[in-house]
């Protein structure tokens, strides 16, 4: 790892494999309060959307005190495999290289898909706007057909690999857990977050669930919109059910 200061923070690189998409980037804060809050961004899998986008929430994380790990892994033409553990080796080198804190894991659009499926890697999530059932996604043509476009099969002739990829096929998720959703995201319809919140009560699980009349897809990572202050209360008060 390599790290410099930048304003009050230590900045760094954690890397956990040899490709250039293998690496975390690291913030430290001024005063250490809590744990570690590992960012797994969306962009449905492509290329062009990076680690970049969960940066604007680390301001916010840091000045509550957690250090802030935002993840960077292979997608687009690499495939689902490498995607798939990416994710999980990223989580792992967190957990070790900090293995006695709280590690919080936040995953926006198909980053809240990569969060609930590695849900035991940490001890709680925050999924915003999540891609929870890869087979509606794939119906419906969500992402302007990115499904389709990055598992290079359908629901007929891999449903392996849908159920795979899809939280709502590993119910109940494993620790604490945040789901939110806007009624008007146009990206991610909130039907998936409904249908995974409903199958994980039905399991026995009461997952906290904040659902919202007005949340566009883009606006759930950005710190300064309302359901961040829901958010901040959730981890501050033992994340109950409710919200």
């Keep these: 790892m390599t790290a410099s200061p930048v304003g009050g923070s230590s900045e760094g690189i954690l890397r956990y494999g040899d490709h250039p998409d293998q690496r ?21 899998w492509r290329a062009p959307f990076t680690a970049g986008l969960m940066r604007p929430l680390a301001p916010a994380l840091l000045e509550a ?8 892994y292979r997608r687009a033409g690499d495939g689902w495999a490498a995607t798939r553990d990416d994710v999980a080796a990223a989580l792992t080198s967190v957990r070790a290289w900090d ?8 995953g926006h659009s198909v980053g ?8 035991r890697a940490g001890d709680a999530i925050v999924a915003l706007a999540p891609v929870t059932d ?14 389709e476009e990055f598992l290079q099969a359908s629901p007929e002739s891999r449903p392996d690999l849908f159920a795979e990829a899809s939280p709502i096929a590993h119910i109940p998720p494993p620790g604490d857990v945040l789901v939110v959703h806007g009624c008007d995201d146009a990206r ?3 039907t998936q977050s409904r249908a995974y919140v409903a199958a994980s009560r039905a ?5 906290a669930f904040l659902e ?13 919109a309302p359901h961040w202050r829901d958010v901040f209360a959730w981890l501050e008060r033992g994340r109950a059910a409710s919200v």
């Design 24 to 44: 975390i980037e690291l913030s430290h804060p001024r005063e250490r309060r809590r744990g570690v809050a590992a960012l797994i961004h969306g962009g449905y």
């Design 65 to 72: 005190g957690w250090l802030v790990a935002n993840i960077e």
């Design 99 to 106: 293995p006695t804190s709280e590690l919080l894991i936040i």
């Design 112 to 119: 809240g898909q990569l969060a609930l499926l590695n849900g």
């Design 134 to 147: 890869l087979v509606a996604a794939y119906r419906e043509g969500s992402g302007d057909g990115a499904v």
């Design 188 to 190: 991610v319809p909130v």
């Design 203 to 207: 399991a026995g699980r009461d997952i």
């Design 212 to 224: 919202l009349p007005s949340l566009p897809h883009l606006d759930a990572i950005d710190p300064s």
